[in-house]
């Protein structure tokens, strides 16, 4: 049977709202811009079925899920004790945000400092629930010195609004504090470059849910497990007693609009955790 898609699961909503008419969360108007430019081809051919009406969408147990991976050591290795920006990673895991914001601003630990307008922060809440890790900054996020404010981050956005949280309810960070040229993958010795300050954010925050969008945030924060984005996405795994969701990069949701019925899978097991479910509106 064909996988089911973000539409099939708008379609079983729908009809499970008609008959139950209760517990309506969230504006559908969200989620249609969310799912906006879905190919035409598949709205049309899915407005056909609304007539069978399977079982609700739950997801399952976070910890029934979680996944261990082995494999071969990660590519790159940097000294525990090298030095960044006068700092050590030793050093930076003990900062204070102050102290961590300060020590990014000044960084010119690689070749992205050369060229950069600005470094790039964070976004949102440092005591949110729930924290997003991209890849690395473009050049709308160069030019504001804000993690996801371009075309992926209103796709992002909307992806946040849809599972029911504000923007500024969530924590917002990149693995890169500085623009990749060209917006080309950071390489691993600039990701490596930048590891520690990622890694104090994510402590100071301590969020109970990191979804990590991509495969290079996946590979940073896990270099040892096996797969691409592909593969793992949607499945739990767990760093340092942190639920870790992986799932498709805003970007490539743009360029592939039909991955977003997978990516709204994702998220929705991302809104169990939080007690949030999604429930269509009740029609007029
Ligand atoms: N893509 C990312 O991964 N991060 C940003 O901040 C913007 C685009």
Not at 10 to 30: A, D, P
Not at 108 to 116: A, H, I, K, T, Y
Not at 153 to 173: D, H, P, W
Not at 238 to 246: A, H, L, R, S
Request: charge should be neutral.
């Amino acid at each position: 049977m064909a996988e089911k898609t973000f539409y099939d699961e708008i379609v079983e909503c729908l009809n499970i709202q008609r008959k139950q008419l209760s517990g309506v969360t969230i504006s559908e108007e969200v989620l249609k811009e969310f799912f906006r430019d879905m190919p035409r081809q598949q709205t049309a051919r899915r407005q056909e079925t609304v007539q069978p009406i399977p079982p609700a969408i739950s997801a399952p147990a976070v910890h029934q899920q979680t996944t261990q991976y082995q494999t071969p050591p990660p590519a790159v290795h940097i000294p525990p004790q090298q030095e960044i920006c006068g700092a050590s990673p030793d050093e930076i895991s003990r900062m204070n945000w102050d102290e961590l914001a300060a020590a990014v601003a000044a960084c010119r630990n690689c070749q992205l400092c050369e060229s950069r307008l600005n470094t790039v922060f964070e976004d949102g809440s440092r005591t949110a629930r729930l924290l997003f890790f991209g890849e690395g900054p473009g050049a709308d996020e160069d030019a504001q010195g804000v993690p996801f404010v371009g075309r992926a981050g209103e796709l992002l956005t909307k992806m946040i609004n849809a599972m029911q949280f504000s923007r500024e309810e969530v924590y917002i960070c990149n693995t890169v504090k500085c623009r990749p040229p060209n917006n080309r993958n950071p390489e691993p010795a600039e990701t490596e470059a930048c590891r520690a300050y990622a890694l104090r954010q994510i402590e100071l925050v301590k969020p109970e849910v990191i979804v990590v969008l991509g495969a290079v945030p996946l590979h940073f924060l896990f270099p040892r497990v096996y797969g691409g984005i592909k593969k793992l996405r949607g499945n739990w795994l767990d760093y340092n007693g942190i639920k870790v969701m992986p799932t498709y990069h805003p970007a490539y949701l743009l360029r592939d609009p039909k991955a977003k019925g997978e990516a709204w899978k994702d998220l929705q097991q991302v809104m169990a955790v939080f007690g949030k479910k999604h429930t269509p509106e009740k029609r007029a």
